[in-house]
C-alpha cells in the first residue's frame, strides 16, 4: 500500500508497539508524528531510516488542552491529520480494594480519555480532506478480564465501545475506526515482569514461557512489526468496509 501525500500521528510511540506501527506507515510513504516522553531521538532516527519524514510532541496524553496542541502540531507541520493511531497507555496492577485512587484515574486518562480527546479533534478536518483512518490500539483485556488489572481492562473495555460509536457515526463516510486487541507483546514493561519472575527462580527462559503459557496458547509474543502490518491493512481500501471491529491478534487468548 503506498501512504504518500498521507500523514500519521502514533501516540506513545517512542518505543515498542507504537514505534513499530510507526516505522511500517513511514515504509509505507506516511509522514509521521510521533508522541512520547524521554529522548525520542532513536526513535525519530528509526522512523527516518524507515524513509518518512517524522516530527516529535511530548504531549502528555492526560491532558486534554497539550492533546489540542498535539493536534494542531499535526496539521500545522503537514497540513493534514489522515491516520490516527491512538497507542498511549499505562497499567498498574493491583486489587480493586486496594487500588491507588489517583492510579485509576490516570490509567483512565491516558488510556481512554485520550481517544476520545484525539479522536473527537481529528474527525473534522478528515471529514473536510474526504479521508480518514482510526486505529485503537485497545488490548485483549478490552475483550477479557484479568484479576488485579481493574482500571486497565474498563479502560480497554472502553476503547473498544468508543471505537464502535465512532465508527457507526462515521458508517456513511470515507472514514473508518477499528481496535486491535494485542495479547503479550514483548515491551519493556513485559519484559519486566519476566525478569520478575526469573528473579524468584533463576530461570529467564522458564519465566518466559510461563507467563505466556497462562494466557497465550501459541506460546509466542505478538511482535510489533505484526501490528504494524494489521494497522496498515486496516488503513488500506481493501479495508474500506471494516469498521468497528475489535481485532484480536493474541495467539489464541481470546479462543479460551
Known sequence: MNL???TALVTGSTS?????????????????????????EPALAAVRAAGGQVRHHPADMARPKQIAELVA???SEFGALDILVNNAGIQHVAPVDEFPPERWDSILAINLSSVFH?????????????????????????????????????AKHGVVGLTKVVALETAQEPITCNAICPG?????LVQQQIDERAR?????????????????PSLEFVTPEQLGELTLYLCSDAAAQVRGVAWNI????AAR
Open 200 to 216: 524468584a527462580d533463576g530461570d529467564l527462559e522458564r519465566a518466559r514461557h510461563d507467563l505466556l503459557a497462562e494466557k497465550q
Open 73 to 75: 502540531f499535526v496539521e
Open 4 to 6: 504518500a501525500g498521507k
Open 16 to 40: 515498542g508497539i507504537g514505534l513499530g506501527i510507526a516505522k511500517r506507515l513511514a515504509e509505507a510513504g506516511a509522514n509521521l508524528v510521533l508522541n512520547g516522553f524521554g529522548d525520542a
Open 184 to 188: 503479550w507483546v514483548l515491551t519493556p
Open 250 to 253: 493474541d495467539g489464541g487468548w
Open 118 to 154: 484525539t479522536t473527537r479533534l481529528a474527525l473534522p478536518g478528515m471529514r473536510r480532506r474526504g479521508w480518514g483512518r482510526i486505529v485503537n490500539i485497545a488490548s485483549v483485556h478490552g475483550l477479557v478480564g484479568s484479576t488485579g488489572k481493574a482500571a486497565y481492562v474498563a
